[in-house]
């Protein structure tokens, strides 16, 4: 019997089916237009987009456009790239343009899907953001859809990592723009310390496209951008703490996997209390629980962390000397993005390599609170569904499931329970062996670094030749996950989520044909071409004939998303192919989350070495164990959100205010209305209201006028004359420092002034800012203690965080005044010698702000018989040593570049 929820779905069609439904009108008009712009010239193209951009400007909305936009997109990416979009991109496009989120499976072609909203968007001549999750994939889809934008006559730019300054401003100024996740939130960051509003980068957020859209709104979102400068240098004290931890025993602390937390015990405590006053890192007669011990406490728990949750391999690896960490999503490299409180640096000492110092914080903001700046947000993603409420919840955005051009071929076999891993894993070399022997392409998906390593040294003993794609190998990822489809090869991936480069049965023809041409340049192209082409079809159909692209993995994500990012990999756009989980009991989802009653169950059913439990109920078990583990993480994301909110108000207001500031020509008023509420407060604190002459402090009042405004004022006369009450007094001081300022304006002259108040109030922002930041982040470590109390720690931190930026702008009001009022005109040396400080200084803070920017060194002549685009005479430099090219930078940061 079906139930109410089923039945009423059979009746009405689900939500989706009817988002799906409402596009179809939409879908046919663009479809009737086709032939009308198909007749166009190239020229009558970029003449349509002329015509729509000044409807646009005139005020007709963007929704009556879509229809022609999309049509003129269409045609021009049939004319640049012999792309015709399917209807289901367009309605990809739509879904995008309305502000959802596009779940299209991968090889769907969500590249090109991005270039119609993108196009009707960028008509408001407000700017178009595409947003990807690495600096290749942003590069390849500017150059490749540039393409369109320019048939179109669209200017398109492109953003990333230590880009020249120039070069960045045209590429914002682009009417679309593609650019990582990263690099735009340190632009914001960066343009929110600059000096004045022509060095901006980021004039608005009107509208971004987020291409892998779960990966960088939930998975990148859990940690914060920072822009930081450098600290105090700690690093004996990190070595010291770090010799200390391999004497722990295991009842000297307790680690929590599903929370991956770890903790002292009471024994843990007395023995390290004991150890550090051994080491002489705490003083004799001082306890751990001392308030002058916070800072080593917070060191110890940094390196416990450091040797019992991190692990080599998997969480990070070490390359040049260097600490590397690793997107567990994705298993890249993060090159420059480093772990906050102390973290990094107990990694570094555990693994011995050169400490770097700790950062303090100058700016920083979450995905969230950047992304949400956008007045519409879009995304696509071929795996969104399972986080719906997450999207919907915190952005705002619906999600909605693209149907497939062709139906989906794949079979998606039931998950096989081993009870250990070497028994997986040789079901898996097995397996592999099988598809192998008949031609057919094999990916085999594993979490970590050292899994794949495992796996790999398994096929080689049984003989099977592989490719391995991780981290370590990541400057050839284009070319293996091009090379996965091919007949009979077998490619080991960490986490295949968001590679962008699609897996194509028998292989990617443009990487044969680039191949085909680095081996022999002087052949025909054309010849080249169509014969590889040739050989590609039959690739392509004997692959078929073998069952398409086999997927095997050999564990279950904590996410079901990454698993189905795996699977997606397989079955593109109506291919067959086949996917499979092998796990054990040992895996860390099934043994972190209960698999003991499932080991009984095994035992009793007498299972014998090397059998599988194969069950849809096993399936389904383990997915509600993941749902468990996403909900667990997504309210842990909540939680650090709402921290943030309650910061990210405050930040709006600075950056807001210092942007009217940078705007403004006039600030006299601005720094006039200062100066006044510093005397009201001034009169308020030395002459309380209510109270009667004899009662007033008239001397402190007239030392703290020549501390904060540097007036000489005879406020002791004044308030022994006969009738003069507080507002007499007040007004004189008003009247006493208006006079002097217009003295000082007159000794400056107008401009000059208008000049120095500009910059003394915009360092002065920055400076009580940062003094803010690290008051937030102290307040944060130490407000989770009142819940002990019996009070909500979040209610707790809104308070206490907003009385300290009321104290933040009252601070401010007082030491732009005291600077302002200290001001004087000085010699042409000292003016000279004062905008040199000030220069520096303002290139130290710009220089704190480009994070990971490419270290430069002394420019050098290039090394005899250099080519610049010839490497092999570019010698063998290893990739810390200096470029042969001359710059003076590493090899590593320069032609040794990796793109």
Not at 121 to 145: C, F, I, P, Q
Not at 483 to 512: H, P, Q, S, W, Y
């Amino acid at each position: 019997m079906l139930g109410i929820g089923t039945l009423a779905k059979k009746v009405f069609g689900t939500p989706n089916d009817r988002k799906i439904k409402a596009t179809r009108p939409l879908v046919a008009k663009i479809n009737a237009l086709e032939e009308t712009f198909g007749k166009l010239s190239d020229e009558g193209l970029i003449e349509k987009t002329e015509e729509l951009r000044q409807r646009a400007l005139g005020g007709e909305s963007l929704d009556i456009l879509l229809p022609e936009a999309f049509a003129n997109v269409r045609e021009g990416a049939r004319r640049a790239l012999g792309l015709r979009a399917f209807d289901t991109q367009l309605m990809g496009g739509i879904f995008l343009h309305q502000g959802n989120i596009s779940e299209m499976k991968t090889g769907e072609g969500k590249t090109l899907v991005a270039t119609f909203p993108a196009y009707l968007n960028a008509l408001s001549g407000k700017g178009v953001h595409v947003v990807t999750v690495n600096e290749y994939l942003a590069k390849r889809d500017a150059e490749w859809m540039g393409k369109v934008f320019a048939a179109l006559g669209m200017t398109t730019g492109v953003i990333w990592a230590g880009q020249p300054d120039d070069e960045k401003m045209a590429a914002y100024q682009s009417d679309i723009t593609y650019a990582t996740n990263n690099e735009l939130g340190f632009d914001y960051l960066r343009d929110n310390m600059k000096p004045s509003l022509d060095q901006v980068f980021q004039k608005q957020h009107n509208f971004a496209i987020v291409d892998e859209v779960d990966s960088i709104l939930i998975d990148e979102a859990r940690t914060p951008l920072i822009i930081s400068g450098p600290a105090e240098d700690r690093s004996e004290l990190y070595v010291a703490i770090d010799k200390m931890i391999p004497f722990l025993a295991e009842e000297h602390y307790e680690i929590d996997e599903k929370t991956r937390s770890v903790t002292f015990t009471e024994d843990g405590n007395d023995f390290l209390e004991q150890k550090l006053l051994e080491q002489g890192l705490l003083q004799e007669g001082a306890s751990l629980y001392d308030p002058e011990s916070t800072t080593v406490v917070h060191h110890v728990n940094q390196a416990l962390r450091a040797h019992k949750l991190f692990q080599r391999d998997k969480d990070y690896i070490v390359r040049d000397g260097e600490v590397m960490l690793i997107d567990e999503f994705t298993g890249r490299m993060m090159a420059g993005r480093r772990l906050s409180d102390g973290l990094h640096q107990a990694i570094e000492a555990k693994e011995e390599v050169n400490i770097q110092p700790e950062n303090t914080t100058l700016a920083s903001v979450t995905f969230q609170n950047y992304f949400r700046l956008y007045n519409t947000l879009s995304g696509m993603t071929g795996t969104a569904l399972t986080e719906a409420e997450e999207f919907a919840e915190i952005y705002g955005l619906g999600v909605v499931e693209v149907p497939t051009n062709r139906p989906i071929a794949r079979v998606d076999e039931d998950d096989k329970v081993y009870r250990t891993a070497a028994e997986k894993y040789q079901a898996m070399v097995k397996a592999t062996q099988i598809a192998h022997d008949k031609g057919q392409p094999v990916l085999l998906g594993t979490t970590s670094i050292e899994k794949s390593e495992l796996l790999s040294q398994l096929l080689q003993q049984a003989g099977i030749k592989h490719n391995v794609l991780n981290a370590r190998h990541h400057e050839q990822e284009a070319q293996i996950v091009a090379d996965a489809g091919r007949l009979g090869a077998v490619t080991i991936a960490t986490n295949m989520a968001g590679r962008g480069t699609d897996i194509k049965l028998g292989g990617n023809v443009e990487f044969k044909v680039m191949e085909a041409i680095a081996a022999d340049p002087e052949a025909d192209h054309g010849e080249l071409r169509a014969r590889i082409e040739a050989e590609h079809a039959k690739d392509e159909e004997a692959v078929k004939k073998a069952g398409g692209l086999y997927v095997m993995a050999s564990e279950r994500h904590e996410s079901r998303r990454i698993d189905n990012q795996l699977r997606g990999r397989s079955g593109r756009q109506g291919d067959p192919g086949r996917t499979s989980f092998y796990l054990s009991l040992e895996d860390d989802l099934m043994r972190i989350f209960g698999s003991e009653r499932l080991d009984k169950i095994l035992s009793s059913l007498g299972m014998k070495e090397g059998e599988a439990i194969i069950h849809p109920w096993v399936n389904k078990s383990l997915e509600r164990a993941q749902a468990k583990v996403e909900g667990r993480n997504f309210d842990m994301r909540k939680q650090v959100l709402k921290f943030d909110d309650v910061m990210n108000d405050q930040r709006k207001v600075i950056f807001g205010q210092r942007r009217e500031i940078m705007a403004a020509v006039e600030i006299e008023e601005i720094v006039a209305d200062m100066r006044h509420e510093v005397i009201d407060e001034l009169i308020d604190t030395y002459m309380p209201p209510k109270t009667y002459a004899d009662q007033w402090d008239t001397e402190g009042l007239q030392a703290a006028v020549l501390e904060k405004l540097s007036i000489e004022a005879p406020v002791a006369e004044w308030a022994a004359e006969e009738g003069v009450d507080d507002e007499q007094i007040s007004e004189r001081l008003v009247a006493a420092s208006d006079q002097m300022m217009a003295e000082k304006t007159e000794a400056f002259g107008v401009e000059n002034m208008r000049n120095i108040e500009k910059q003394v109030l915009l360092q002065t922002i920055d400076e009580k800012w940062r003094e803010h930041l690290l008051t937030l982040e102290h307040l944060r470590s130490v407000v989770g203690f009142r819940g002990y109390a019996q009070r909500d720690p979040l209610n707790e931190y809104k308070n206490e965080s907003f009385q300290l930026f009321e104290g933040l702008l009252e601070s401010l009001r007082e030491a732009v005044t005291q600077q302002l009022s200290r001001v004087r005109p000085m010699t042409d040396e000292e003016q000279q010698q004062m905008l040199m400080e000030m220069a520096a200084r303002q290139a130290a803070m710009q220089q704190a702000a480009q994070q990971s920017m490419e270290p430069v060194g002394n420019p050098e002549e290039a090394a005899d018989g250099f080519v610049e685009d010839d490497p092999s005479t570019w010698g063998n430099p290893s990739r810390n040593d200096k470029c042969p090219c001359g710059s003076g930078k590493k090899f590593k940061h320069c032609h040794g570049r990796l793109a």
